[in-house]
């Protein structure tokens, strides 16, 4: 599952990079939990929640089957 989610990352990572931020993957669990380091201005950015949510995790459930939730990790 790891290989399917960095490719889903490669097709978010561009939008983040625009706004002057990025994703770092650091794990993927065998229940379906993704851990991603948000970097940049999306570190900081107080609608990095929102971004997480609503396009990383969305786009994930909608491509992998198995991904359950994508959360933030220091």
Do not use: H, Y
């Amino acid at each position: 599952m790891r290989e399917e989610v960095l490719r889903v990352l490669e097709q978010v990572r561009p939008a983040l990079q625009a706004d002057g931020g990025d994703v770092e993957l650091v794990d993927v669990t065998a229940d379906g939990i993704v851990k991603v380091r948000l970097k940049g201005a999306c570190g900081s950015c107080p609608m990095s929640t929102m971004t997480l949510k609503m396009g990383i995790e969305r786009a994930m459930k909608e491509q992998i089957p198995g991904v359950n939730e994508v959360v933030q990790v220091p």
